[in-house]
């Protein structure tokens, strides 16, 4: 398993100076677990937010505050809403040597043949599986392979994916990963503006629709 650093510092600045620290290129953060009472610590911005941006959510990270080395997974990254800046994040402090219950991401790998058949797109369905294992066995992320879907209507459920080894499935086996949908096509009826001009030498009146206004009112309605 690698090793993924973070050196950290005790931080005593708590409350809106935290400001502070933040413009100093730092980034407050707290470490908490069963085992660790809630350390508060402070991490250099440029190297939190390149290893965060770099690894996955079950990535263990090894955070080294004052030499001693806190095993930890992250559990909430806050972020400025307009620039993005890492604001916060809180660690879970965690024991090598116990199971641990967490969440991993999908990823959909492969080509599914459908799509080159049919008119077809791949539609996702369950994006993180909850898991339980020993740390060290945690996956980074679990890859399905779509090359199974080859018609429309085909589909995948987590009772499909293949087993991890030290790795138990806590979520339902019933639960969709991904299905093969046909694209649904709007076709217009499209009034030749001959058979209008036609009408109005006839004397009919021709039919006048407001779309937008009939859409608008449709919309609203299925929302």
Do not use: W
Request: glycine fraction near 6%.
């Amino acid at each position: 398993m690698e090793k993924v650093l973070l050196k950290a510092e005790l931080r005593t600045i708590i409350g809106k100076k935290v400001k502070n620290l933040r413009l100093a290129g730092k980034v407050p953060a707290v470490i908490y677990g069963s085992e660790v009472k809630s350390l508060p610590i402070t991490l250099n911005k440029k190297d939190t937010t390149n290893t965060l941006n770099k690894y996955s959510g079950s990535t263990i990270l090894t955070i080294e505050v004052d030499g001693k080395e806190h095993a930890a997974l992250v559990r909430e990254i806050q972020q400025d809403y307009i620039k993005g800046d890492l604001l916060h994040v809180d660690f879970l402090a965690i024991s090598l040597k116990e199971k641990l219950r967490t969440s991993v991401s999908i990823t959909l790998v492969g080509v599914a043949p459908v799509l080159e058949e049919y008119s077809a797109l791949i539609v996702s369905g369950l994006d993180q599986i909850e898991v339980e294992c020993l740390p060290q066995d945690l996956p980074e992320v679990i890859e399905v392979d779509v090359s199974s879907l080859e018609e429309l209507g085909a589909a995948i459920y987590l009772k499909d994916i293949p087993t991890i080894e030290k790795v138990e499935f806590l979520s339902d086996p019933e639960e969709l990963i991904a299905v093969a949908s046909a694209i649904k096509e709007e076709v217009e009826e499209v009034v030749e503006e001959e058979e209008i001009l036609e009408d109005v030498e006839e004397g009919a009146e021709p039919e006048v629709i407001e779309r937008g206004k009939d859409d608008e009112g449709d919309a609203s309605e299925e929302a």
